[in-house]
C-alpha cells in the first residue's frame, strides 16, 4: 500500500491513482492537505469518489490534516490543528476540522483516519492529556458513525512516543490502536523499543526512512538513511496479520518513474523479508 504523501504538494487527481493502480499496488492512504486533497471541496471529493467506486484500488485509509492552509502551516500557528488545545474554543474548531475530513466517508469509505496528538515538538502535560481526551471521545463516536476507526500515530513529540500512547490509553480508557511509523521511531527510543511497546494495538503502517535526526521519509533502499531494514523488516513480519505494509515517502523532484521506483522499494523489503523466512 502507498501513502499519497509522495505527492502532497500536487493536487490528487483520478489519473495519478490511476497509474497506480496499473502498478499493482492494491490500497492508497490519502494525505489531507488543502493542496493535495481538499476535503471540504465536494467537487473534488466526488469526482474521487466516482473513480474509486469504478476502481479495484482501494482507500485503506486516511490521514487527518495538520494544518489548515497550503504550505504546511508556514502562514502562522493559527493553521495549525491541535486536538490537545487547551482553549476550548479553539479545541472545538480544530475537532470540526478534523470532522469534515471524516466525512469523506460517506462517500469513498475507507477504515482508519490516521491521527496525530499535539504538534511536532510539543512538551507532555496532563491537561494536553486531558484535552485530547475530549476531542477524541467526540471524534471516535463521530468516527464511528461512519464506519472508521481513529488511530493514533507515535509522532515526535512528548506527547506521542510509544510509551506516552500506552499511558494515554491507560490514562483515558479510550483503547485506541496505533499506526506505527518507523521514521518517527528512528528518530526516538528506536524502531525496537517502540515497537514493542505499541506491537498489540498496531493496525497500519507507516513505512520510510530517515538519518536519525530530521523526518526526510526517505525511500528505504534508498541508502541515505540510517534505519536497519533487515531488522526492521524481521520485526514487523512477526505480526504481519495485523497490518498491511505501506510506504510513506517523500517526493523526490529528480525521480523521471516515481511510481517506478515506489515498485522497487517494495521489491526492495520483501526480498529482505523474503531471505530470512
Known sequence: MLSTHVIVNHRLTTAW???????GIAAVEIFCAPQHLDYRNK???AELGHWFRDSELKLHSLHSPMYTDDIWGRTGPHTHINITELTKALRIQWVDEIKRAIEVAEVIPFRYLIQHLGVGGQEFSEYSIEAAFRSLEELTIFAGQRGVEILLENTPNDLSTAERLELFNRMTHLNLNYVFDTGHA????????EFDAMKERIRSLHVHDNGGKEDTH???????????WTRTMELLRSR???YPLLLELREVPEQ???LTEITRAFDYLEALEASHD
Open 218 to 228: 526517505l525511500f528505504p533502499n534508498s541508502g541515505a538513511g540510517s534505519i536497519d
Open 240 to 242: 504481519s496479520s495485523q
Open 17 to 23: 491513482l490511476s497509474k497506480v493502480e496499473r502498478t
Open 43 to 45: 467537487p473534488q471529493v
Open 186 to 193: 528512528h528518530m526516538g527510543a528506536g524502531i525496537a523499543q
Open 256 to 258: 523521471e518513474n516515481p
